[in-house]
């Protein structure tokens, strides 16, 4: 069966309103730009009452504030146990950022990695990314527009090829990336020192300077480092 996801409004920083044009957007970049290149297709609902959610249904739920260290939004999974996205419309428009950004930026990270668990290591094996299209190329700057709404650029499944083939293919929908685990301006990657463990889940900026241990201020986010006894569980509401 196709993965299909609902989206429920629970925000008043945002009305259904306002968030349905955000989910046909989504859809068109969906079914004509991020289909094609990652080979995953989706479709999308936006429910007018929350408590016509089905519990078998993908989520992605618009809230008010973060529940999560200031992050805009991340994916997580449902009390059911099925893929969820979190977008907190309040804290995006508290930072500046794009709602609609954050969505799709939420929305396709859960199609490619809808159980937080999958990895990709680097030629040597000596570090291990975490398996996220939208991470390293997630500044509104870099966005584009479907339906006159503005979108999360991703990258491509040939942005974790290493070494880089030649000639270079395609990184990213928008051509902002030209290499292989590049990050460009407000963007980051999460991985892994396999040569020190101890040090958990870190991350690269464009500078290329890890900041263990806490996310970046106003970032879209993934709770992988986040243990699970830690976790902050979601809650059914409907």
């Not at 929908?173 to 980051?188: D, F, L, S, V």
Request: hydrophobic share 35%.
């Amino acid at each position: 069966m196709p993965t299909h996801i609902e989206f429920i409004n629970e925000a008043t920083a945002i009305s259904l309103t306002q968030l349905a044009p955000i989910v046909s957007a989504i859809q068109a970049q969906i079914n004509d730009d991020f289909g094609p290149a990652w080979g995953i297709g989706a479709s999308l609902s936006l429910l007018s009452n929350p408590k016509q959610a089905n519990p078998s249904c993908w989520q992605m739920v618009i809230l008010e504030n973060s529940d999560q260290a200031g992050a805009l939004g991340y994916h997580d999974t449902t009390p059911a146990g099925m893929p969820m996205g979190k977008v907190f419309a309040q804290t995006d428009l508290t930072y500046g950022s794009s709602i609609s950004v954050t969505i799709s930026h939420e929305v396709m990270e859960m199609l490619v990695d809808p159980w937080i668990n999958t990895t990709v290591f680097n030629a040597d094996q000596s570090l291990c990314y975490a398996y996220e299209c939208a991470d390293a190329c997630e500044d509104d700057q870099f966005g584009y527009k479907r339906e006159n709404v503005l979108l999360s650029d991703f990258v491509y499944p040939s942005y974790f090829w290493d070494p880089a083939p030649t000639p270079a293919p395609r990184y990213d929908q928008m051509h902002h990336i030209t290499a292989p685990w590049q990050i460009i301006a407000g963007g980051y990657m999460s991985y892994l020192d396999m040569t020190n463990l101890s040090k958990g889940w870190q991350q690269f900026t464009t500078a290329e300077k890890a900041t263990a241990g806490r996310m970046l201020p106003g970032s879209r986010s993934e709770r992988r480092k986040i243990i699970n006894v830690n976790r902050i569980r979601s809650t059914p509401r409907y």
